[in-house]
């Protein structure tokens, strides 16, 4: 079976276009949920070296 690249990438830019016209709180949730999907799997991954999950803190505001 031959794919058909054409409508593969056609497809991926239809995607982008929905992605792109979603409100950013939206976006945003996305981004939290894939985060917790993301550690689940780390989280279940025995035997393997974990690394350390960093946040990184807003820089110091500049009161002159």
Request: proline share 8%; glycine share 4%.
């Amino acid at each position: 079976m031959k794919p058909d690249l054409a409508r593969i990438r056609e497809s991926k830019q239809a995607f982008r276009r929905e992605l792109a016209e979603r409100p950013i709180a939206e976006k945003l949730r996305m981004l939290d949920v894939l985060r917790e999907r993301a550690l689940a799997i780390r989280g279940s991954q025995s035997g393997t070296a974990r690394e350390a999950v960093v946040q990184e803190a807003p820089p110091p505001s500049d009161n002159h």
